[in-house]
C-alpha cells in the first residue's frame, strides 16, 4: 500500500549487529520512518529535518506516555509527528485473552499492577497485525507533511 502511495519502501531491521554508522546512512535517505514503540524508533535522531516519524501504539492505553517519549522529541528536532494508536482487531491479545478481559475493558487497572505487569503484557506479549485500510490515511497525512 505505501507503495501505491508514491513511497520507496526500505524494510530495514536495524538490529544491534547494524553499526551506527551503517544505521545512521540509511534512515538520514529517509523522508519517513514508521515503527511500532520500541527502541528501534530512537533512529530518528538521524532523520533529515521536516522528515515524518510515525509510530505505531499498541493496545494498553499508552498513548501519553508513547507521545512523550517520542513525539515530543520528534518535534523539537523539527520532525513531522504522527501517532497511530491500534484496535483490538489488530492485536494478537486477542488470541490470548478473551474480549471481556480487563486488558480490554480497563487497561488502566493493568496500570496499576506495576510496570512489570503492563511491560508483560502489552509490550511483550502483544505484536500488531496492521490493519492496512485504517492505517491508510496515516500515510496520506505523512504524504501532505511532505509536500507541504
Not at 530518528?44 to 498513548?63: H, R, T, W
Not at 513531522?80 to 489488530?90: C, G, K, R
Amino acid at each position: 500500500m505505501a507503495e501505491e502511495l508514491g513511497f520507496e519502501v526500505i524494510v530495514d531491521d536495524l538490529n544491534r549487529g547494524t553499526n551506527i554508522q551503517d544505521a545512521a546512512k540509511i534512515v538520514n535517505t529517509c523522508d519517513v520512518i514508521m515503527g511500532v514503540h520500541g527502541a528501534g524508533l530512537t533512529n530518528i535522531i538521524f532523520l533529515p529535518m521536516n522528515s515524518v516519524v510515525i509510530q505505531i501504539v499498541p493496545l494498553g492505553k499508552l498513548d501519553q506516555l508513547f507521545s512523550t517519549e517520542f513525539g515530543v522529541p520528534a518535534t523539537d528536532m523539527s520532525l513531522n509527528y504522527l501517532q497511530y494508536e491500534i484496535v483490538e482487531e489488530e492485536s494478537t491479545l486477542t488470541e490470548l485473552y478473551s474480549r471481556d478481559d480487563p486488558i480490554f475493558t480497563d487497561p488502566m487497572s493493568v496500570h496499576k499492577r506495576g510496570w512489570l505487569e503492563l511491560d508483560r503484557i502489552y509490550l511483550q506479549q502483544q505484536n500488531v497485525k496492521l490493519d492496512v485500510v485504517r492505517f491508510r490515511p496515516v500515510l496520506e497525512k505523512a504524504i501532505d507533511f511532505l509536500r507541504a
